[in-house]
């Protein structure tokens, strides 16, 4: 909010009444931001007093309602189709597939007997997640018949009314994801981060540790297959995200989004390239162009602190003690925070020269936390 607000005069709409949020606000309203009539509301009041510039968003179930604000209200950002083609999951691979860049092959599904066809064409173990998600973290691992009616029965309920679900392979190999900011010739690679997957939260997939590394060694080959996704998607300008497996046959696609979906990856890139896409993203929605100079330096990363149960993971002690070892500083939240089917109470943050001694790094401050919990 800090950075956005330094960018321009913010105004919110959200789910909640404002907490943190207001002193770097102009103004704000509650809305169901899933109801887009509400939204119009919420954003036609606010606009009787300010001018609305620019609209933007960091949650994907939130970019169909944000393309039609800029559509009616003629604002600046990526095209209703150029959205379209992202949020649907099964039309980002067809057309990525059109233009031969490589994807996981999202075949959709209205019914679970179409699932079933499409289970039996793509093989287990495979991933059944929302065509176009409502909420964070709803694709799920799929290991064989046994378990797939479940997993599409929770995909369906998690996903845009009418857009069903997609099944694709379970894929091989390391997760990247590519963010992209504005430069003279169009967008570009300008960080890739990695994720691992928490063992706890199966069948879900929810990421227990994200690694930025500014000498990433798999950078030429991301760049290239994020650029040309991108371009076969009709994404001109603004930040993008493409997330992708690096397979033994070279990265494949997964998702694409017309937006950065976590502000923290955001503070994680700035640190090591010097870029802070946060107030990119900002500016342009209100349709200007930002420049920025890297300073690319080492790697740093986040583990977050989950469990199954809302039970504190932290030491009594932790808020007064925030360095856990010389190079980790945790950050506990007020609250415990439901994602998928885990509990998060905070996260601790590292930095280093690469991604080894990054994941090392992290590893040594959770066994220091679990230490101190045992012995408190």
């Known amino acids: 909010m800090q950075r956005l607000a330094a960018v321009g005069p913010v105004l919110l709409i959200d789910t909640a009444p404002l907490d943190w949020q207001r002193p770097h606000l102009a103004d704000a309203r509650t809305a169901n931001l899933l109801d887009y009539p509400?939204?119009?509301?919420?954003?036609?009041?606010?606009?009787?007093?300010?001018?609305?510039?620019?609209?933007?968003?960091?949650?994907?179930?939130?970019?169909?309602?944000?393309?039609?604000?800029?559509?009616?209200?003629?604002?600046?950002?990526?095209?209703?189709?150029a959205v379209e083609a992202t949020t649907l999951r099964h039309r980002t691979a067809q057309l990525l597939a059109g233009a031969g860049v490589d994807n996981s092959g999202a075949l959709h599904a209205d019914s679970y007997d179409q699932a079933l066809e499409a289970a039996h064409e793509v093989g287990f173990p495979l991933v059944c997640k929302p065509a176009s998600?409502?909420?964070?973290?709803?694709?799920?691992?799929?290991?064989?018949?046994?378990?797939?009616?479940?997993?599409?029965?929770?995909?369906?309920?998690?996903?845009?009314?009418?857009?069903?679900?997609?099944?694709?392979p379970l894929l091989d190999g390391i997760e990247a994801t590519a963010y992209t900011a504005d430069s003279p010739s169009g967008p570009r690679v300008v960080a890739i981060s990695h994720a691992t997957f928490d063992p706890q939260a199966e069948p879900a997939l929810l990421p227990v540790e994200v690694v930025v590394d500014a000498d990433d060694v798999c950078a030429s080959a991301i760049e290239d297959t994020a650029t040309r996704a991108l371009a076969a998607l009709g994404h001109r300008s603004g930040t993008a995200q493409i997330r992708m497996r690096i397979t033994s046959t070279g990265p494949r696609v997964i998702s694409v989004t017309?937006?950065?979906?976590?502000?923290?990856?955001?503070?994680?890139?700035?640190?090591?390239?010097?870029?802070?896409?946060?107030?990119?993203?900002?500016?342009?929605?209100?349709?200007?162009?930002?420049?920025?100079e890297e300073s690319r330096l080492g790697a740093t990363?986040?583990?977050?602190?989950?469990?199954?149960?809302?039970?504190?993971?932290?030491?009594?002690?932790?808020?007064?003690?925030?360095?856990?070892?010389?190079?980790?500083?945790?950050?506990?939240?007020?609250?415990?925070?439901?994602?998928?089917?885990?509990?998060?109470?905070?996260?601790?943050?590292?930095?280093?020269?690469?991604?080894?001694?990054?994941?090392?790094?992290?590893?040594?401050?959770?066994a220091e936390i679990r230490s101190a919990r045992l012995s408190a």
């Open 258 to 292: 017309t937006h950065l979906t976590d502000p923290l990856l955001g503070l994680l890139i700035e640190r090591v390239t010097g870029i802070d896409l946060i107030s990119q993203a900002g500016h342009h929605a209100r349709g200007r162009t930002v420049l920025a």
């Open 133 to 168: 998600p409502r909420t964070r973290y709803a694709a799920r691992q799929v290991p064989g018949i046994p378990e797939l009616a479940e997993a599409f029965s929770a995909a369906s309920a998690a996903t845009w009314p009418g857009t069903g679900t997609v099944i694709e």
């Open 38 to 81: 509400q939204v119009q509301e919420a954003v036609a009041e606010m606009a009787l007093a300010r001018s609305v510039v620019g609209v933007l968003t960091f949650h994907p179930a939130y970019a169909r309602a944000v393309a039609q604000l800029r559509q009616e209200l003629a604002l600046p950002g990526p095209s209703v189709a």
């Open 301 to 366: 990363a986040v583990r977050f602190l989950q469990g199954p149960r809302p039970t504190p993971l932290l030491p009594p002690t932790a808020a007064a003690h925030p360095h856990i070892t010389p190079y980790a500083t945790l950050q506990q939240y007020p609250d415990m925070r439901p994602l998928g089917p885990l509990w998060r109470s905070g996260h601790l943050l590292v930095a280093g020269t690469d991604y080894p001694q990054c994941t090392a790094r992290l590893r040594s401050a959770a």
